[in-house]
Nanobody, 124 residues
């Protein structure tokens, strides 16, 4: 059984940092696409960052230069380091895993496994 468990969310003031983690069991993330999505109230899921076998990350424009996605293959854990947070980053953040190795998609419906989400709230 595949499980993804996010942690690290919380409330922070603008320009502060947060680090999200996603512990994965039943599925090896080292060779496959994994991603962080977020969903703000009333909005669609947004693919914040994704990374596959090549370990070359892709970011949505609004977080480039501020967020960093990384894989800890030894711990089978995905991280998202978020710096210079802004109120518009407030959302529920989800990690997701896909069986493909390359060409990681930004589409929510192409990911096979999902965590339960962790809330990030940024105040001004």
């Amino acid at each position: 059984q595949v499980q993804l468990v996010e942690s690290g969310g919380g409330s922070v003031q603008a320009v502060g940092p947060l680090r999200l983690s996603c512990a994965v069991s039943g599925y090896t993330i080292s060779s496959n696409c994994v991603a962080w999505f977020r969903q703000a109230p009333g909005k669609e899921h947004d693919a914040v960052a994704r990374i596959g076998r090549s370990r070359i990350p892709t970011y949505t424009d609004s977080v480039k230069g501020r967020f960093t996605i990384s894989k800890d293959n030894a711990q089978n854990t995905l991280h998202l380091q978020m710096n210079s947070l802004q109120p518009e980053d407030t959302a529920m953040y989800y990690c997701a895993a896909d069986k493909r190795e390359y060409g990681c998609s930004a589409r929510k419906d192409e990911y096979d496994y999902w965590g339960q989400g962790t809330q990030v709230t940024v105040s001004s």
